[in-house]
């Protein structure tokens, strides 16, 4: 008990010391400015900074208690998807201090790596997504991305995941060499923006429609686990990340895990290996749903505790700082 008390207070203290440390640098340094209020009136970005590094130790400390976790984590996430959007929408209506650089960006992931490509230049993205990916692995996909928390929301409509056809992983290879290739064609044609940005919207009004039927009638994440081209990076890249979730051997394979989890990450075979496949996203739905507690979290060479408390931290804290910084 005494322990329990301690990490209670000790990991809200250290998420919010860690968001601060984090925004201040960015508050300081950056112009023009990126912290919203700190655009309207100089000096009120210290207390966004504030309020959001509050915030970050309150989330944290809800999210240590993994019978709590997946309920927040979907919260939050939405949260963090409608500030984005509504970001987004203010900003179209021709209030650019709503937008990053006062430019209009498709919010579209695919553009993460498309856009680049395409215009040879602006690199932020996808330095942030490599940094954030480096840090918690494919949590992006199931903490951090804006269109992620859509298919999530479709795919809880059913209350158990049903399986994956097996031609899933060829077809987001292909669609990610599709994306890529496509962006360089146009790069090499002096295709107009006008096209480009055409092509752009008809791959996310696509990717909606992904969500909207086929995540939905599947219980599990169709668009970020077989369309999205960012989810595979974030997959291939993210084993980079020391992060990882191992199965004990004492598991009964009961699959208890295999209906919990979204992402196609645990079949039978994958239990029977006591280790989920390349689509795991670290969301932790797993872990909580094993009734003997035998899904773990590993991190270097810290107690399965620990590792998992240090991944909260680190993914509110990215969380809290997306919700301060990210928009387009």
Known sequence: MLI?????R????FAGLLTAGLLIPIQLKVQPPILLAERFVPGLGWIELLLLSVYAGFIAGKMIDPSKTHKWRIQIWVLFSVVFFSQ???GLAGFEKFMMTGKLHLPIPAMIVAGPVYRGARFFMPILFGSTVLLTGAAWCSYLCYIGSWDAVAAERMK??????RWRQPVRIGILAAVVGTAKILRAIGAPSALATGLGISFGVAGVGV???WSRKKGAMTHCVTYCPIGILANWFGKLSPFRIRIKDACTECQLCRLACRYDALNEDDISKRRPKGTCTLCGDCVTSCKDNLIEYHFLGLKPDQSRTTFVVLVVVLHAVFLGVARI
């Open 4 to 8: 329990s008390n301690q990490k209670n």
């Open 10 to 13: 000790t990991v809200p203290f």
């Open 88 to 90: 987004f929408i203010i």
């Open 160 to 165: 158990k995941s049903q399986p994956m056809p």
């Open 211 to 213: 969500i909207l039927f």
